[in-house]
């Protein structure tokens, strides 16, 4: 019987046993290395008994190995929950709310650990997966505003879209391992005999080595990091210029961030991706560089708006959530829960319909006033939050991260003489909080909770 990864063991064979499939910590691993590793993970998962329709997370981060395993598990049948050290304080909650029966971890070596768990799956859309005889992936939203839900995946669903085969690129692992943009970069890259490029670490200064030591030509990452980078003075020290595309998804991209960038990176190509745990990766096309605005479906995705938000369809949909009701609509399509503009087919995401404010019955979109406050001089980032109010409803609040040494008073003085040209009155924030921290998260987005 076939492999159901067959396509990929073809395409691996066709690329050639030598041609370079993943660098990690400085050595090369060939796409003939790979090939042999997942088969002695399959002689390993069996010698631990481990078989179809078991839950195995596997603990680590984007590696040979780990890749290897992910691939062997697929192709055994297993649901597999990708897990990293970033998530390490809710491992326990995650393990359980996904019924682990085994845990494999990646130690820094590159080595492995086996954990059996006295659990017995049992949930009626893990039932709908074994029913049909599929692998499964399970990813975890990042919880930003909330308790993280457990997204549950038919994974031949999501394998259908790269067996269409693609441009090969050398691409930079910046998202993370248990982020669907993580999953996609490893697949897509693999499938169509591209090169992965793993760091150690993601700060601006190792992500550039990289990108200079290894040629990298296609770096995806987030807002977040690209503000970061641009503060960071790494573009300096490093020589990237075989970099051919940045492209950005996981949370609005502030426009004076995307032009900073494009002055910064003149001749690389800025596309906007659009992403969900709950839906996979789809395929976009950014209207220019310097614009916001891209179309998302094609192949295998519709769209469409409600009320302004957008909802997408598509067969590599999540059977659901393992933990929350779910937001499929009765003709199957998800409520994304984006508010959306459209012009000429392209779509500009605004934001969260759940972070919208509303004073005195106005919406207010805070990446509106983020966009403004990131042009002030000593403001490394803002993130914008309405708060409760007898009279308006909500008034604006900002968190803000400075690179100065004033006083919350001084700058909030001349954040507000900074706005008044730029933003109605009812726009600029009335309460400003200075923070210490960064204000994303180890996956490089914002952080929209007040616990910073």
Not at 244 to 267: C, D, H, K, N
Not at 397 to 402: A, F, G, I, P, S
Request: net charge neutral; charged share 20%.
């Amino acid at each position: 019987m076939l492999s159901r990864l067959q396509f990929l063991r073809d395409r691996f064979r066709d690329e050639g046993y030598a041609k370079t499939a993943i660098i990690w910590h400085d050595q090369i691993f060939s796409y003939g290395w790979l090939i042999e590793a997942m088969d002695r993970w399959a002689a390993a998962l069996a010698e631990q008994r481990i078989g179809a329709r078991e839950i195995v997370s596997v603990t680590g981060d984007f590696s040979p190995n780990s890749t290897a395993l992910m691939l062997a598990l697929i192709e055994l049948g297993c649901t597999v929950v990708p897990l990293t050290n970033t998530v390490a304080n809710m491992r326990d909650e995650f393990l359980d709310t996904a019924q682990v029966t085994a845990d494999v971890k990646l130690l820094p070596n590159d080595t492995a650990t086996f954990t059996r768990f006295q659990r017995t799956p049992s949930h009626p859309l893990y039932e709908k997966l074994w029913h049909k005889n599929r692998p499964g992936l399970v990813l975890f939203s990042s919880g930003s505003t909330g308790k993280s839900k457990a997204v549950l995946h038919d994974f031949e669903n999501i394998l259908q879209k790269y067996k269409t085969p693609r441009q090969a690129k050398c691409t930079l692992a910046f998202l993370l391992f248990d982020h669907i943009g993580g999953v996609n970069t490893l697949l897509h890259v693999l499938s169509n005999g591209g090169t992965v490029v793993t760091v150690p670490d993601r700060s601006p200064a190792t992500v550039c080595r990289a990108i200079e030591s290894y040629k990298v030509q296609v770096l995806p990452t987030s807002p977040s990091f690209l503000n970061l980078l641009l503060l960071s003075g790494a573009l300096e020290e490093f020589d990237l210029a075989s970099l051919e595309t940045i492209t950005y998804g996981t949370e609005v991209m502030p426009e004076s961030t995307l032009q900073r960038v494009q002055a910064m990176f003149p001749t690389v190509r800025l596309h906007q991706t659009y992403g969900l745990s709950e839906v996979g990766i789809l395929r976009s096309k950014s209207e220019s560089s310097s614009s916001l605005r891209i179309k998302i479906g094609g192949e295998g995705f519709d769209t469409r708006i409600v009320d302004g938000m957008l909802q997408i369809k598509s067969a590599s949909l999540m059977l659901g959530y393992l933990n929350a009701s779910s937001p499929i609509t009765e003709d199957g399509w998800f409520m994304t829960g984006d508010l959306v503009e459209e012009h000429n087919g392209y779509y500009r995401i605004r934001g969260r319909k759940s972070e919208l404010i509303n004073i005195g019955g106005v919406k207010v979109f805070p990446s509106e006033i983020e966009d403004v406050l990131c042009q002030m001089d000593g403001v490394v980032d803002a993130i914008v939050s309405g708060e409760p109010h007898a009279l308006l409803g909500n008034i604006v609040v900002v968190r803000v991260r400075l690179s100065t040494q004033e006083s919350l008073a001084a700058f909030r003085k001349r954040m507000i003489i900074f706005c008044k040209v730029r933003l109605q009155a009812f726009k600029i924030p009335q309460k400003v909080l200075i923070s210490s921290k960064d204000l994303h998260g180890q996956r490089f987005k914002k952080i929209r909770s007040a616990e910073i």
